[in-house]
């Protein structure tokens, strides 16, 4: 504000996607991977995940609408998620990255296991999974918001979480033995 107790915008960066990106980038948000099973079996790295609501239990996530996993997820009208622990970078990396296999075959380099209420793949020693049905989707630009209803969810054993800051990978402990409770 100024002297007059107006409002004066500070110089602010044009917003294109190049410039947005950067800005995200200086908020750091877990690492999840997620799955889906069925005719279009798909796994892939996200970070546009979070709570929605405890009562009912609701998360989302976001997801391009030109992505793979965008088809699962709309196809298998369920899905799932594994939060990735700090000693998961490579899993992280691995889904992300489009030359993997297609299909079931890209889950023959990580250790899983058929989620019990959905099929969707669910990543060993992650920090905690989810199984969700599809409960709602919204147009939101170039990508889809997925509510998903979850229906199931563990916490794994491991203290240390992955991150994604500035960029790149990063680990975070809570710092106490209780889970952070």
């Known amino acids: 504000m100024n002297k007059n107790g107006q409002f004066v915008p500070v110089k602010t960066m044009e917003t294109r996607p190049a410039s947005l990106r950067e800005v995200m980038a200086a908020f750091a948000t877990g690492v999840t991977v997620l799955t889906a099973a069925g005719v279009r079996c798909h796994g892939m790295t996200a970070n546009a995940f979070t709570?929605?609501?405890?009562?009912?239990?609701?998360?989302?996530?976001?997801?391009?609408?030109?992505?793979?996993?965008?088809?699962?997820?709309?196809?298998?009208?369920?899905?799932?998620?594994?939060?990735?622990?700090?000693?998961?970078?490579?899993?992280?990396?691995?889904?992300?990255?489009?030359?993997?296999?297609?299909?079931?075959?890209?889950?023959?380099?990580?250790?899983?296991?058929?989620?019990?209420?959905?099929?969707?793949?669910?990543?060993?020693?992650?920090?905690?999974?989810?199984?969700?049905?599809?409960?709602?989707?919204?147009?939101?630009?170039d990508h889809s918001v997925f509510i998903g209803r979850v229906l199931a969810s563990n916490r794994g054993a491991g203290q240390s979480g992955l991150v994604f800051f500035g960029g790149g990978f990063h680990q975070v402990t809570s710092g106490n033995g209780d889970r952070g409770k």
């Open 51 to 141: 709570s929605v609501s405890l009562d009912p239990p609701l998360v989302l996530c976001c997801v391009a609408r030109t992505a793979r996993m965008h088809d699962a997820i709309t196809s298998a009208r369920c899905f799932a998620v594994s939060l990735l622990g700090a000693g998961q970078e490579d899993v992280a990396r691995y889904f992300s990255d489009k030359r993997r296999p297609r299909g079931l075959g890209q889950f023959d380099a990580v250790g899983w296991t058929p989620g019990p209420h959905t099929g969707a793949p669910l990543l060993s020693d992650s920090l905690g999974w989810l199984e969700c049905e599809l409960a709602e989707s919204y147009a939101g630009g």
